[in-house]
């Protein structure tokens, strides 16, 4: 596929081709990056995409432009969010793929961070966090209906090892040999907002 095709087939995507069950991000993400790859929107192997993990110490996101969310300005509170980005090779820009974003999909790396994550943005303390169920085990967003996803390794439920995230665990310096760690070995880390743009401009 040359660069101008593919460019005509971004251009062309609509996020209602992809797998979406509302409030589990993670799954559809799985779904999308798969779907890239056999699409050849994104490398065969996914080597030019990754999963990122949105959250904080309190669990308590706020992200705009969500389509969860009952306010004009499309603000919801998450305890996690997890997008895709792709980063371009060529030079070209970096790309978020959030399916439960009403930005443009896919959306460029910085107009998401600045539209989406606003980092110099305060909390609201009305909102409320969104979880799968209540406190008495009944789903408050129903599930998806295809079997839960199962790892190379037989693991079932590993999600909680993604949304441990704590800012004391945030990285403030991004060294070369950690970038490159992070995009040759796909090794995950915890960094700032700030330096989302600055990670994925780092790229050789």
């Known amino acids: ?3 101008s095709e593919l460019q005509l087939q971004l251009n062309n995507l609509d996020a209602s081709l992809f797998n979406h069950t509302p409030f589990y991000c993670e799954e559809n993400v799985y779904f999308l990056c798969k779907k890239l790859c ?38 919801i509170l998450w305890d996690y969010h997890v997008i895709c980005v792709q980063r371009k090779k ?27 994550i606003r980092p110099s943005f305060q909390l609201f303390s009305e909102f409320q966090r969104r979880h799968m169920k209540d406190s008495e085990g009944n789903w408050t967003a129903q599930p998806p209906p295809y079997e839960p996803i199962v790892a190379e390794d037989g693991s079932v439920h590993n999600l909680n090892e993604y ?16 970038t490159s760690a992070v995009f040759g070995q796909k090794h995950g880390v915890v960094i700032g907002e700030a330096h989302l743009e600055e990670l994925f401009s780092q790229i050789p």
């Open 1 to 3: 596929m040359t660069t």
């Open 38 to 75: 056999s699409s050849q929107i994104a490398d065969a192997q996914g080597s030019d995409l990754f999963v990122v993990f949105i959250s904080n110490d309190n669990k308590q996101i706020p992200l705009w432009h969500q389509k969860a969310s009952h306010r004009a300005d499309g603000v």
């Open 90 to 116: 060529d030079g070209g820009t970096h790309l978020v793929w959030d399916l439960d974003s009403s930005l443009p999909f896919p959306c460029p790396l910085a107009t998401y961070v600045s539209e989406t």
């Open 163 to 178: 949304m441990e995230i704590r800012a004391a665990d945030v990285l403030t310096d991004l060294p070369p040999e950690l």
